[in-house]
């Protein structure tokens, strides 16, 4: 265990604003610990002299030692009552105490020195504005929840502690138990990283799980996540969705990438499998506690019920396994021990007839094929058919085999016994089919997460210090946002772009045009014109004897359209063969929560309409620039559907890869757009270049 272990596992818990007054959370939390905790129990209050039978300590100084504090006094006195505990010598705190940072400005100050208080003495401090914790090796229920959970191996996490006490009563009925609890409050101090770190150095921890509204520091739980999920699993439900990535976007990226595409981008890159409900999320937790992982994705299923086989098809079907083909060896084993109206292939038949024998022999013959990396067993009530019996025998099977089996005996009291039977063993029982596939697609999820290989990014040769100089343009004018007349950023990036170059009259823009073999495209080049061809600040094949003419046409359209509108010039730029090529886009927004967040998709002017795009947070390797390709429904298109020639899959690889690494450099910038990116058969190429630099923290980069 790490530096949290004395949280969990303290020999005296302190309990300051202890009383015996009824109705009060002092007492509650006092009477929750002396009710199963295997340690000593000290209350503190100045006002009492006994606290339920207990000798009662005016203030942390004339207590004993206490290796965890759980504070519940008033918010104008937590403070000096923290650092009366930090300086007798506690290190572990939990503040039950509300009153801070939700609560305003004051509550705001107040959490402010809690945190400074933690830094000073190197505290551990879970909340403020906390249920409390629990550890159920110890008895220890340091909380104001109602009830201590059952014993068990997955430790819970929760920004809401009544999202705890709801859990904690449907899981006793459910007879599923817990290592350890925290509600995690304000996390003012101890956040959610801290703990998975915490629980992924726990042998007693076999699946970590959660209910998250926000994650403070994005890339940090990311890194550590990724650490955690190489051996331990991590489940969380996410709520909270918000806009705040968006706000104020001026990119497409921006506009498509919100902050929950950044929350789902990064809890996946982060390996930690999602849920949806609380049903789905303990139906993943408890396969992934007890079973092992799958060696492939194959299912087999053993039914007396011909609809709950089809039911369970089904849900074989709707997930990412799938219904294992049978080898000629298995067909003719189950021929022979089956009767001949009982249905052989996958799903297996049993017929309802079957006793307990019948089911055993079915299974048995199932998991020795080799295509078979996991079974269901789906069982309806009959007259015949004994549920404690068939417990027992597949949990005699599954001990000598490592596949891992769930089952599904449909029913209700009739169930009840067998449940707690295969419970026992590990083996998840549930009620649905659905549900008992869900848990074993999370167990194959997972097996691909931790022998996913480590996707390091490539650092490419670029040019950072010419990089940094044009982006230090935005400090020399009003406006922060860059757009085409920035365009070397990206060949400093070793990013192709178009030859061409910026002008500012109409003669030099035919000077230019005569440069560039065959007709040109022309682009008014203004900070605050975004949307350039709806008001025909682009033309597209300018012949160079009409290049003059379409400069000052170009000019004055922009003009017209926003006389105060600062216009650098006009881009003239050579023409790219948009016929056997797709327009694509590689953008960036940077999210508040994760930081750089990528984009990719199809491009062009439909971008946000028909948003064909996919995410990742930077940094990122080579393995998940592809994912990012193969994601999008165009793919196809970009690989040569249709008779197409197939575009540079290489080179948009590598410029998405690029780009990872331009972001990651510059956390200046917010928000960038390459649209198009142009995707042909002989390269790719950046089209336009839209991004907004945060001026201030370029200052504070890094030369």
Known sequence: MGRLSALFDPETVGVVGATDREGAVGRAILENLRGGFDGEVVPINPSRETVLGLECYPDAKSAPPIDLAVVVVPPDIVIESIRELAETGTENIVVITAGFAETGSEGAKRERRLREIAAEHDLNIVGPNSLGIMATPNGMNGSFAPQTPLEGSISFLSQSGAFITAVLDWATDEGIGFQDVVSLGNKAVLDETDFIREWDDDPATDVIIGYLEDIDDGQTFLETAREVTDETPIVLVKSGRTDAGAKAASSHTGAIAGSERAYEAGLEQAGVLRAHSVQELFDYARALAGL?????????????????????????????????????????????????????????????????????????????????????????????????????????????????????????????DADTTLREAGIPNYFDPSRAVSGLDALARFRDIHEQPTDEPEMFDVDRARAREILSRATRRDNNRLGVESMDLLEAYGISTPSGEIVDDPERAREVAKSIEGDVVMKIVSPEISHKSDIGGVKVGVATDDVYDAYEDIVARARNYQPDARIIGVQVQELIDLEAATETIVGMNRDPQFGPLLLFGLGGIFVEIIEDTSVRIAPIGEREAREMIDEIQAAPLLRGARGREPADIEGIVETIQRLSQLVTDFPSILELDINPLVAGPDGVQAIDLRLTVDTDELDTEKP
């Open 292 to 416: 092992p992982e799958p060696d492939t994705d194959g299912v087999a299923v053993v039914t007396n019920a011909g609809g709950p086989g089809v039911l369970t098809t089904d849900a074989v079907g709707d997930s990412r396994l799938e219904i294992a083909d049978f080898t000629d060896e298995t067909v003719g084993a189950l021929t022979e021990a089956l009767p001949d109206e009982a249905n052989v292939y996958n799903p297996i038949d049993v017929i309802g007839d079957a006793d307990v024998d019948r089911f055993g022999e079915a299974l048995e013959i199932a998991l020795a094929d080799p295509n078979v990396g996991s079974a269901v067993v789906v069982a309806a009530p009959t007259a015949v058919l004994s549920y404690d019996d068939l417990a027992e025998t597949v949990i005699e099977i599954r001990e000598t085999h490592e596949t891992p089996v769930v089952t599904c005996l449909m029913g209700g009291k009739r169930a009840r």
